[in-house]
């Protein structure tokens, strides 16, 4: 997504200072071999810190009361919003929407077009998603195509782990409404093309939504450049609290949009028969918000930014590329995904010879090593792939190549506990 | 916490030499029951005798993780062939297990007769993540169970209604 060239490198050793849970031992002496960031990443001292000082001095609720407090607390949530907006290259604060995280701001979306207006969904409209995506980005859909009479069509996947884009102009047709796909997957570590999935969308007049839960933590993102009307991501992938998530859309789409849920805040006036409503974002965010948890996404943003989002990618590439490598000398151990990191993210997902996941996770985990196990909440994927499960190592700025050596020798531990029976290419 | 103490040989044995797989036929009542978090499924049939007291047979197809594969086949051990009131009775045995959360007092010794290979699972008990994955087989096995008692009653009431 940037040149890797120009990039600073990451002091990793400096970096892994700052975040206290990397220091903790497991299971007695085990030191932690944290490679679950795909589900969560871990929280920086400067994260805790900003979450500590906002409850400690300047807690009051926001937008309302006159007081010093709700007044520094009002200035602290906004300045969070300004933050996030210069992340992500936004045009203005206004376009940012504090959710509670990704499935919340995709849920918005999906049931914001289920009203009856000009957006809104109905009988003969098509809804496009892609067979990698995350449960967070299928369920909503198929709720509002179910609704309101809708067709919801998705993009297949080919053998190596990427979107079949061989037939894009008649899975996109003039009746397609929304296109919404994940920017990188979760499971796969896949990074899709946006350019041709936002021009054949926009040519028939859909709206383009994009997933980017696991795109913003790990690289730099610009959602002018991306040309999507509707971007979600959550904070605590990329350092911040949980509670929080984003969505980013054009002012303009946004001003046009119904609002998602009623109540304090949202409301511009009330009388008993109606409402009126307040302006974006505000229109979106009934009721108290996650404040603090907006303070910590702003310091988690700090924190990225002073460290640099090309140094941030060019490092997990780095890593990315080591553990690829040491991973396919593992005997029967099968990447289910790209092999390479050629428009790959940090997420590398695989198959041990017949070990079911679970057991695979099981027996690192007492070596101190965290890995997630299961389906990823992208169930379809394993479907197409033919495994129950798999088993997932995710990098983040942390991570080091003396990790993914743990990894792989944990991973030979693993073969010699179940014995060749039953870990070996049966 | 170590390792053996959740996948202990016997455990490792069923996993790579399961008992009693295979879908047979005739069967009262068929399930499929899935552990959502990690991908674990098994579709399950029970055949109770006629006059529904005893569990004839007991069949499966599973894919899972080796706690799953290796419980349900330890669960079929333990309800082919036995009085249904036994094998119910080795139900709530091996639930009250997986409670016990690696507590060894819990066992008692009338348990480890009835629980014969399954008390092998009491380390499991230790482990919350994985206690889904030990019980998914019974789980499944009583579904099919209760179904397959209200098809008995449901045919003995017609049964009587055109008698």
């Known amino acids: 997504m940037s040149p890797l060239v120009t990039a600073p490198a990451l002091d990793v050793e400096k970096v892994r200072k700052d975040f206290p849970a990397l220091e903790r031992l497991v299971h007695g002496d085990r030191p932690l071999v944290y490679l679950d960031n795909a589900a969560t990443s871990q929280k920086p001292r400067q994260v805790l810190d900003a979450l500590d000082d906002y409850y400690a001095r300047h807690n009051a609720n926001v937008h309302r009361g006159i007081h010093v407090l709700a007044e520094e607390a009002t200035a602290l949530y906004e300045g969070a919003r300004d933050k996030v907006a210069r992340f992500v290259n936004a045009a203005e604060p206004a376009e940012i929407v504090f959710t509670k995280n990704s499935t919340e701001a995709l849920n918005l979306v999906s049931n914001v077009l289920g009203h009856a207006g000009p957006r809104g969904l109905g009988p003969g409209d098509e809804v496009v998603i892609t067979e990698m995506e995350h449960h967070s980005n299928i369920v909503p859909w198929q709720l509002v195509t179910q609704r309101t009479g809708a067709t919801l069509s998705w993009f297949s996947l080919t053998d190596e782990g990427r979107l079949d884009l061989s037939r894009i102009d008649s899975v996109i047709t003039e009746r397609t409404k929304v296109v919404s796909f994940v920017l990188v997957s979760n499971i796969l570590g896949t990074v899709n093309p946006p350019e041709e999935l936002v021009r054949r969308a926009h040519e028939v007049g859909a709206l383009v939504v994009v997933d980017a839960s696991q795109a913003a933590p790990h690289m730099p993102l610009d959602v002018q450049a991306l040309g999507a009307d509707l971007v979600a991501f959550t904070g605590h992938k990329m350092c911040g609290p949980t509670g929080i998530g984003v969505l980013w859309g054009r002012r303009g789409l946004l001003e046009e949009l119904p609002p998602f849920l009623g109540g304090g805040e949202m409301i511009e006036m009330v009388t008993m028969a109606t409402s009126t409503y307040a302006a974006v974002p505000h229109k979106f965010e009934a009721g108290t918000p996650p404040i603090a948890q907006a303070v910590g996404l702003g310091a988690a943003v700090d924190y990225l930014t002073a460290l640099g989002m090309d140094a941030v990618h060019a490092h997990e590439q780095r890593i990315t590329a080591y553990a690829l490598e040491r991973l396919q000398q593992v005997e029967g151990l099968r990447i289910i995904g790209p092999a390479t990191t050629d428009q790959r993210g940090a997420a590398v997902s695989f198959a041990v010879g017949d070990l079911h996941p679970h057991d695979v996770g099981q027996v690192l985990d007492e070596l101190g090593i965290a890995v997630r196990v299961g389906h990823h909440c992208a169930r379809p994927v394993c479907l197409r792939y033919g495994v129950p499960a798999t088993t997932r190592a995710s990098f983040y700025l942390y991570n080091t190549e003396a990790e993914v050596d743990a990894l792989v020798a944990g991973l030979e531990h693993v073969q010699r506990f179940f014995g060749p029976a039953a870990g070996g290419a049966r | ?163």
């Open chain 2, 1 to 163: 916490m170590n390792l053996e103490s959740m996948y202990q040989e016997i455990i490792l044995d069923h996993y790579r030499n399961p008992h009693h797989r295979g879908l047979r036929d005739p069967f009262d009542a068929e399930v499929h029951h899935v552990n959502p978090t990690c991908g674990d499924e098994v579709t399950l049939r029970v055949r109770l005798a006629d006059d529904g007291s005893t569990v004839e047979d007991v069949s499966y197809e599973s894919l899972g993780c080796s706690i799953s594969m290796a419980s349900v086949s330890v669960m079929t051990d333990l309800v082919v062939g036995k009085p249904l009131a036994r094998a119910t009775e080795a139900y709530d045995a091996f639930l009250a297990l997986m409670r016990a959360k690696g507590d060894t007092g819990a066992l008692v010794e009338a348990d480890e007769e009835l629980l014969e290979d399954a008390v092998a699972f009491e380390g499991v008990s230790k482990y919350p993540a994985r206690i889904k994955c030990a019980l998914l087989g019974w789980m499944a096995w009583k579904d099919a169970t209760a179904q397959a008692v209200a098809a008995d009653a449901g045919r003995d009431a017609m049964t009587e209604e055109s008698a």
